[in-house]
């Protein structure tokens, strides 16, 4: 498999660090609102690298992490009138019903900056000892021009890096570019005791305390949105290998923006797609779907009409797998055929090539397409046998599970009352009965159950 290292700017042989355990960590949301679909994106592009990972036989330790103290964080609780915990644990639950929806396997380890406030301290001092931090007035910021790689990750010259940086009113920096590891604390702020006294950590010294605590010193793979190089990012470099005086991460993976209507998301701008919202209307499955349909580091647009196409298209798939469930239930049992054998397993070769090369969920999804098209066209409408149908049923469900779609598939077991009517619609239209056979198909109708007649058979979907 090769991916695309941000850090060498080319796409690589991926080699774990660790031939026992490929090691991973995403950067998770800071909890002070619900998700938007910019932070969606990266959940489910990094989950199907995970997937992936796994499904190629690779041991996975996966850590995601939650920011649950924070400027943000503070200020959505002074506006609600409760503390910062309650608004971090109020929206760490909102996230897991957005995440959930969206099939997200839930990493190896969640851990919370709060509950790592000693590894934070312990990597702050280790910094300070080697002179790469300085604490003034209770506050400890990073020496960042000490740091002699600084920049690598983003590929920004230092004078660029400090041309766009500046100093905030009440900060006392020895260089615009340093930044904060820890901030003392200010009246009814939440805060933690010190060597340097009573503060809260910095936002990206979290990561290289937990990244250490919970993967070791070098891990496999760092990744996030592309939003992220810098500087959190680029400082979480500066941090972690100044401190262990090892490499940080062997691979970074960044994901592209998100568009709305062509325009680039933004708060300001007025269009701003929560999760939620969008759920609310189409479903969690079609914006998984969505945010898998392009190459993970390209630009993406939400508008209505791709969400609607998004739709369709997990539709198609559905029909399908409903129809493969059909045809395997009443496939004659006859000896398979090995050209249809090998066509499908070329469709798996096809997906592993695809996703081989840096995570290419869209010509993924195009192999799977590929395989509908030879399920509608060369098993679904000729007799073929019980194995065929068995074998591309079971690349279907494979190949999908990669990607975590297609998990919302009705249960192929109808009980025995629905069963019955639909035997006894069979027995009336054979009958020429047709006034109960329409009585018993707008029946179960009613109740969620939609009937179609096909040449081979009655098929059903739920609704």
């Excluded at 798939?317 to 045809?327: G, H, I, N, V, W």
């Excluded at 054979?430 to 081979?456: E, F, H, M, Y």
Aim: hydrophobic residues 35%.
């Amino acid at each position: 498999m090769k991916v695309f290292n941000t850090l060498s700017r080319n796409k690589e042989e991926f080699i774990p660090v660790d031939k026992d355990e490929v090691k991973i960590y995403a950067c998770g949301p800071t909890v002070y609102n619900y998700i938007h679909i910019g932070n969606a994106r990266p959940l489910c592009v990094f989950d199907v690298l995970r997937r992936y990972m796994e499904y190629k036989g690779y041991n996975v330790k996966f850590v995601q992490n939650f920011t649950d103290v924070d400027d943000k964080i503070i200020k959505r609780a002074n506006e609600e009138g409760i503390s910062s915990k309650e608004v971090a644990e109020k929206y760490i639950n909102e996230f897991w019903t957005d995440a959930h929806g969206l099939n997200f396997k839930d990493a190896s380890v969640h851990p919370k900056a709060t509950e790592n406030i000693d590894e934070i301290i312990e990597i702050i001092k280790t910094l300070v000892d080697k002179g790469y931090a300085y604490a003034v007035d209770g506050d400890v910021y990073y020496r960042a021009l000490k740091f002699e790689g600084y920049g690598k990750l983003s590929h920004q010259p230092i004078d660029d890096l400090q041309s766009g940086a500046r100093i905030a009113v009440g900060e006392k920096k020895e260089n615009p570019l340093d930044f904060a590891l820890w901030k003392a604390a200010k009246e009814g702020e939440p805060y933690w005791d010190s060597p340097w006294g009573k503060g809260r950590p910095g936002w990206h010294i979290e990561c290289s305390a937990m990244n250490r605590k919970y993967l070791g010193k070098t891990i496999d793979i760092h990744c996030g949105g592309q939003d992220l190089i810098f500087p959190h990012h680029e400082n979480e470099i500066a941090q972690s290998e100044a401190a262990n005086g090892e490499p940080f991460a062997k691979y970074w993976m960044h994901n592209g923006y998100i568009n709305v209507d062509n325009v680039k998301m933004s708060k300001s701008l007025g269009n701003f797609k929560t999760v939620r919202e969008i759920a609310d209307v189409y479903g969690y499955e079609v914006i998984r779907y969505f945010l898998i349909s392009s190459h993970y580091r390209s630009p993406i647009n939400y508008n209505l009409e791709i969400i609607e196409q998004c739709k369709s298209a997990l539709e198609r798939l559905y029909t399908c797998r409903e129809s493969l469930d059909f045809a395997i239930k009443n496939a004659a049992d006859i000896e398979n055929d090995k050209e249809l054998l090998d066509l499908i397993s070329s469709r798996h070769e096809q997906f592993v090539a695809a996703m081989d090369d840096d995570l290419n969920t869209a010509d993924g999804l195009a192999a799977i397409f590929d395989l509908v098209k030879d399920i509608n066209t060369k098993i679904l409408d000729k007799e073929v046998s019980k194995g065929v149908c068995e074998a591309a049923a079971s690349l279907f469900d494979e190949l999908c599970d990669v990607l975590g779609i297609l998990y919302n598939r009705k249960s192929n077991d109808l009980d025995s009352e629905i069963e019955a009517l639909i035997e006894k619609r069979q027995e009336a239209r054979k009958n020429k009965d047709w006034s109960t056979a329409d009585k018993i198909r707008d029946d179960l109708k009613a109740r969620g159950i939609v009937l179609k007649d096909t040449p081979q058979g009655v098929t059903w979907t739920k609704e």
